[in-house]
């Protein structure tokens, strides 16, 4: 039986134990799942992220209940062109989202035939094999996919299969300064910058309104088995685990 100077000591522990996940989950990183295909190929659904804190420095989202009413950023960087980006949704920040941000501020970004250009010039797209995406429910379907290689930025994967109205074409939208523009990856099934927020879409997303940089997936089970713990070990998805490039 545990006397009552143990039992206050087991509690300190337990106290002290969650200041300490607090205080990284505020200052280090933040944990994050994936719900949507809307990052396929580079993010699926059951992949589990930790976001970096440092990279961006901090403002009034990167702390729990927006605890401290910070105006701005402090102690970071600008990101860059590129990144993938976990951020408070502008229209509302109860939600988070993870996006590629492809436009900074000051860039004009436009959608033309489903070909990104940045500041007038292409992202050069080339096709490689297809990609095969599960579904919750176990099927699987193809959809094509390329390497887009973003100007003035990295090469990376992306989806695209053609014709959904209102996300291949847009007109020009210059990024306002203090604010950046996100894409989803998959570029068929991803609401994100290219419809504004007063649509019901993301819109530009405010420098204060970004938490983190996606750098690690840290743990990755198949989507048929998320609401089913007891399938994860054989549901496990061990080449997906590592930093995210």
């Keep these: 039986m545990q006397g009552k100077g143990g039992l206050w000591d087991t509690i300190r522990t337990v106290a002290v134990a969650g200041l300490v996940a607090l205080g990284a989950r505020s200052v280090v990183a933040q944990p994050f799942h994936v719900p949507s295909g809307s990052m396929e190929p580079t ?23 927006d605890a401290f009413p910070i105006a701005g950023r402090v102690l970071g960087h600008a990101p860059e062109r590129g990144d993938i980006v976990v951020f408070r949704l502008p229209r509302d920040p109860a939600q988070t989202y993870v996006k590629r941000l492809v436009g900074l501020p000051g860039d004009v970004v436009q959608m033309r035939g489903g070909v990104l250009y940045v500041n007038g010039q292409p992202a050069a797209l080339e096709r490689v094999e297809d990609f095969v995406e599960t579904a919750a429910d176990g099927g699987r379907r193809t959809i094509p996919q390329f390497v887009e290689h973003l100007p003035g930025g ?92």
Excluded: C
């Excluded at 992949?47 to 009034?60: C, E, I, M, N």
């Design 43 to 65: 993010l699926e659904v059951g992949d589990f992220l930790l976001a970096s804190k440092f990279p961006y420095g901090y403002s009034r989202y990167s702390f729990p209940l």
């Design 154 to 245: 990295p090469a990376h994967r992306v989806l695209h299969a053609a014709g959904r109205d209102g996300l291949d074409d847009t007109p020009p939208l210059r990024v306002p300064d203090g604010h950046y523009f996100m894409l989803g990856d998959n570029r068929s099934n991803s609401l994100d910058s290219r419809v504004a927020a007063s649509a019901g879409g993301v819109g530009f997303v405010p420098a204060e309104n970004l938490v983190g940089r996606a750098d690690l997936r840290h743990f990755s089970v198949d989507p048929s088995a998320l609401d089913e713990p007891t399938r994860w070990p054989a549901a496990l998805r061990l080449d997906r685990i590592g930093l995210i490039r």
